[in-house]
Antibody
Framework: QVQLVESGGGVVQPRKSLRLSCAAS????????LHWVRQAPGKGLEWVAL????????YYADSVKGRFTISRDNSKGMLYLQMNSLRGEDTALYYC??????????????WGQGTLVTVSS | EIVLTQSPGRLSLSPGERATLSCRAT???????LAWYQKKPGQAPRLLIY???TRATGIPDRFSGSGSGTDFTLTINGLAPEDFAVYYC????????FGPGTKVDI
């Protein structure tokens, strides 16, 4: 079955960096686009970034553009999110999620359990 | 940029009742690329509906989606105890914005 396991979260100071990872298994990783979605404490879901199946197309939410970088390693079945210049408002539970489609950018039908990032001095 | 609003913000119902949740977009949604998710505390989001009205794999038929253009509805016919949760709509295709959510509680 599809499995997505996030790691790399923790407490980090403002303006510092953190790299999140997502290990995927149970499906043809290199065929699917992947998303990062976050949920701040007590808030709703916020889409963060998307990477196409081959990494050739990448999209970001305006709130993270220029600070976060999404990437993937299809040979390892890994998704990453490099987060730089972190701010307090980046504090959230970060989910990686698989796109429903292999040929388009759709909704997310499989999700990890999330990794918590806390930005605090 | 299309913005999604959801109403009501909170819906208080009893098991067995019907829940009607609304999601409205500021512009027409291309090809009805709209999804609905269920979110419970401590759990990952669960895809319920995509393409505005197609149930995702394994989703009970008491969940149904409808609508087009700018107005979309998620209906839950006969609320089960496990359906009390927060529900989000989301655009996809070229934009992936989530709505603010509707909390369905007892």
């Amino acid at each position: 079955q599809v499995q997505l396991v996030e790691s790399g979260g923790g407490v980090v100071q403002p303006r510092k960096s953190l790299r999140l990872s997502c290990a995927a298994s149970g499906f043809a990783f290199s065929r699917y686009s992947l998303h990062w979605v976050r949920q701040a404490p007590g808030k709703g879901l916020e889409w963060v970034a998307l990477i196409s199946y081959d990494g050739s197309n990448i999209y970001y939410a305006d709130s993270v553009k220029g600070r976060f970088t999404i990437s993937r390693d299809n040979s390892k079945g890994m998704l990453y999110l490099q987060m730089n210049s972190l701010r307090g408002e980046d504090t959230a539970l970060y989910y990686c999620a698989r796109d429903l489609y292999t040929s388009w950018y759709g909704p997310s039908d499989s999700w990890g359990q999330g990794t918590l990032v806390t930005v605090s001095s | 940029e299309i913005v999604l609003t959801q109403s009501p913000g909170r819906l208080s119902l009893s098991p067995g009742e019907r829940a009607t949740l609304s999601c409205r977009a500021t512009e027409s949604v291309s090809s009805n690329y709209l999804a609905w998710y269920q979110k419970k505390p401590g759990q990952a989001p669960r895809l319920l509906i995509y393409d505005a009205s197609t149930r995702a794999t394994g989703i009970p038929d008491r969940f149904s989606g409808s609508g087009s253009g700018t107005d979309f509805t998620l209906t839950i016919n006969g609320l089960a105890p496990e359906d009390f949760a927060v529900y989000y709509c989301q655009l996809y295709g070229t934009s992936f914005t989530f709505g603010p959510g509707t909390k369905v509680d007892i």
